[in-house]
């Protein structure tokens, strides 16, 4: 695809792994556009405080401020409910289906497309809360026998909106999550790199600093870029994203099937699951675009979204506008020549009634701002792609509005044909809700990357071309020892993927699994380190089967038995057993419980969290999540011989497979400790082991022992294990000593 777009590339040449990242984490670490952020914050702060006065107006009056009658008795809440979802469904599809094809583009849209996903789904989980009347009570649509022994009804769409937003919100966070876990690395070695800079310096505000970075690293979990977690990271994103698709299509087509389900006109066109989906992806795609652009020019990012991102975003708005003017021509043709009196009566209600303002507005909104796109100068323009965006997201309101409210005002019974206007309080709940999502977006893009750091790393990496072998490739280096006793392990440092490779093949023989755990570590995905790991068989996919086969068909028996067996509640003729109705809120536990299994697997097999570890005191090991690939050699017991291990990578050949010279100018940033690219590190006799200190302070990743730590002895270097060596230090010039 990226081939037949017009004009620059996806990102520059000049691009490096350490520049992208320090482009982007200096978001959150400096807060540029300080006051602008602030401003911007207010706004969404009031916004917010407007939600919480209409909620509790509403607990005080009840749910008729809305000004909803027998027949639209969700009022216009019903079309907000829907737009988050929508909104939220369409930026879920868009990351993950762009993951899934491997569009090498997505790396500058799936961050903020998954963020908005999420925050649309919180904004979209209110609804169903606020409009029982008793919201304190929400969690009786969960299904649990309560004390008076009653199941929910199974059969009720409200508890299929409960369970699919329900999964809707975990799927969402942990597609956010395992995204965002690499980039948290990285955030927390550079936060820490800045408090470790202002506790030498005794800047004011180093203990902030300091804290900052140990939230980082709690939330960060110990990733340290092992090539063990990055294979299982890859499938467990992929997989995620897999059952993010599959929980759209189905929570989409099932809401179309639920109208289809009931006798109202206007609601039974075989359209009408198609014209649901690529509505919701369209708003999603415009609400996207809009966020990006915005993104880009107030943190200048034009490096990182460059001009043929937005020229890929607007032709996708502009094949989505087709899709959609398609929709509805296909819509008005079939209502008009299939014969039905009671749906060309909606269509000519929708377009001349009281309410005829709504439906054109979402048809002009949604089919012709996006026409402009055709011009490839008005694609390449943000403010333009911007604008397009969000008329985009306000016609698909308004095309909720002309779908929900506007069908529901008028049924078959004269008796409820009530006339219907849109209440101030319904209009302040949905400003209210934009309120919460601004909020909750401002602080993400004060507090976190922005901005896939991975994804644009994958694409630099695939755009660079391979330094020259005489930049890499110097004399063996000389074999460095330290200490006297037993070696815990060896590391050795690279500069490409294919040099640790070609390392770890060199030295993957040498010496037994009982004897040595053979590691590599680095800021990107290192496949090609896996076969000499002996980690290529590893694979996450069975545990998400056997979680969404169990969880499936574990709430598909619980239906059965509660609405067939245990609880019997039959109204309305319906039969006994009705299973067709249980099948779309079992598909949704399905998904939600594949995602967890994915979840837990990918901590349990990478053993995560784990806030200290014995590779975060290797010298330098904070460029692990910025430009640099390290080996790790680490003794599981005494027979371990570390000096073969030393003279098997001291005699490697110059090229691919050498460790970095310290006098190359690309290793000269590192500190001096820190380019001894065989640092062995003693034993100590009395703890022979690396282990947590007691009590830990949270988020420090400290290795601690009745000795001091012996890597921190033997490397002068900064330490990733903890700061206090460093506090000490600088206590003590502080103190003339």
């Known amino acids: 695809m990226s081939g037949a777009l017009a004009g620059g590339s996806l990102i520059r040449p000049e691009e490096t792994l350490q520049g992208i990242g320090g482009a982007v984490t200096a978001i959150p670490l400096t807060h540029p556009r300080n006051r602008r952020w602030w401003i911007a914050f207010a706004g969404a702060a009031a916004l917010l405080g407007v939600f919480g006065l209409t909620l509790g107006y509403l607990l005080y009056a009840g749910p008729g401020i809305w000004a909803n009658n027998n027949a639209v008795v969700w009022a216009l809440d019903i079309a907000s409910y829907d737009w988050w979802i929508g909104v939220a469904s369409g930026s879920l599809l868009v990351s993950a289906v762009l993951l899934l094809l491997g569009a090498e583009w997505r790396g500058a849209v799936n961050r903020i497309a998954e963020t908005l996903a999420l925050l649309a789904t919180a904004a979209a989980g209110l609804y169903p809360i606020i409009h029982l009347g008793r919201p304190w009570f929400f969690f009786w649509n969960l299904p649990y026998p309560n004390t008076y022994n009653l199941w929910p009804q199974f059969r009720s769409p409200l508890l299929w909106d409960a369970i699919d937003i329900v999964a809707f919100l975990v799927i969402c966070v942990s597609l956010w999550f395992i995204g965002l876990l690499p980039d948290l690395a990285t955030l927390r070695d550079r936060a820490f790199g800045e408090a470790m800079r202002q506790a030498d310096a005794k800047a004011p505000t180093r203990r902030l600093a300091l804290l900052r970075a140990q939230v980082y690293g709690i939330v960060a979990s110990g990733w340290r870029g092992s090539a063990a977690h990055w294979q299982i990271w890859v499938q467990a994103y992929r997989t995620v994203a897999l059952l993010g698709v599959l929980l759209v299509v189905s929570v989409q087509t099932g809401a179309s099937v639920m109208l289809a389900g009931s006798l109202m006109p206007g609601w039974h066109s075989t359209l009408l699951p198609v014209s649901f989906l690529v509505n919701a992806v369209y708003s999603g795609v415009g609400m996207t675009a809009a966020i990006v652009v915005l993104i880009r020019v107030v943190y200048g990012l034009d490096a990182l979204v460059s001009v043929r991102h937005l020229d890929v975003l607007g032709r996708l ?34 377009m001349t009634g009281d309410h005829a303002l ?161 590691d590599g570590h680095g800021p990107v995905p290192m ?75 990918l901590l349990v097999l990478n053993r995560l969290p784990r806030l200290n570890h014995p590779a975060f005191n290797i010298p330098g090991f904070l460029r692990a999540s910025d430009d640099r690939f390290f080996l790790s050699a680490e003794a599981r017991d005494d027979r371990f011989d570390a000096g073969r291990f030393e003279r098997r990578l001291a005699g490697l050949a110059a090229g691919p497979g050498a460790p970095r010279d310290p006098q190359d100018p690309a290793m000269s940033a590192l500190p001096a400790s820190s380019w001894s690219r065989l640092c062995r590190v003693s034993r100590p006799a009395a703890r022979p082991t690396w282990t947590t200190r007691p009590g830990p302070r949270p988020g420090t990743a400290t290795r601690s022992s009745p000795a001091r730590s012996p890597c921190a002895s033997r490397c002068p270097g900064p330490c990733r294990g903890s700061i206090r060596p460093a506090r000490r230090r600088s206590r003590r010039r502080s103190a003339g000593t």
Not at 324 to 332: F, G, L
Not at 414 to 429: E, F, H, K, N
Not at 583 to 597: E, K, R
């Open 358 to 518: 709504v439906s054109w507005m979402a048809i002009l909104l949604l089919v012709l701002p996006a026409q402009v796109l055709w011009s490839a100068r008005a694609r390449t323009a943000p403010l333009a792609l911007a604008a397009v965006g969000l008329l985009v997201a306000a016609g698909a309101y308004a095309d909720h509005v002309m779908v929900l409210v506007v069908t529901l005002t008028q049924d078959f019974l004269p008796s409820s044909r009530l006339p219907y206007g849109v209440d101030p309080w319904g209009v302040a709940t949905f400003a209210g809700s934009l309120g919460l999502f601004l909020t909750l977006l401002l602080l993400f893009l004060r507090y976190l990357p922005a901005v896939s750091i991975i994804e644009s790393r994958r694409l630099s990496r695939a755009r660079a071309p391979r330094p020259p072998p005489e930049a890499v490739s110097h004399a063996a280096p000389a074999r460095r020892r330290i200490g006297a006793g037993a070696a815990l392990g060896v590391s050795a440092t690279f500069a490409s993927q294919a040099d640790l490779a070609a390392a770890l093949q060199a030295v993957s023989g040498i010496s037994p699994p009982d004897q040595v755990h053979l």
């Open 527 to 601: 496949p090609r380190t896996l076969r000499s790991l002996g980690l290529e068989g590893r694979s996450i996919l069975p545990y998400a089967l056997a979680g969404a086969l169990l969880g499936g068909a574990g709430f598909y028996a619980m239906c059965i038995y509660a609405t067939a067996y245990d609880y019997v509640f039959l109204i309305g003729g319906r039969p006994r057993l009705s299973w067709p109705s249980f099948v779309v809120p079992s598909i949704s536990f399905a998904m939600m419980t594949g995602c967890i299994a994915i979840h837990l697997a």
């Open 317 to 350: 708005l502009l094949g989505l506008g087709c899709a959609s003017a398609y929709c509805y021509a296909a819509e008005y043709f079939d209502t008009f020549l299939n014969g039905d009196p009671e749906a060309r009566a909606v269509l000519a209600r929708r």
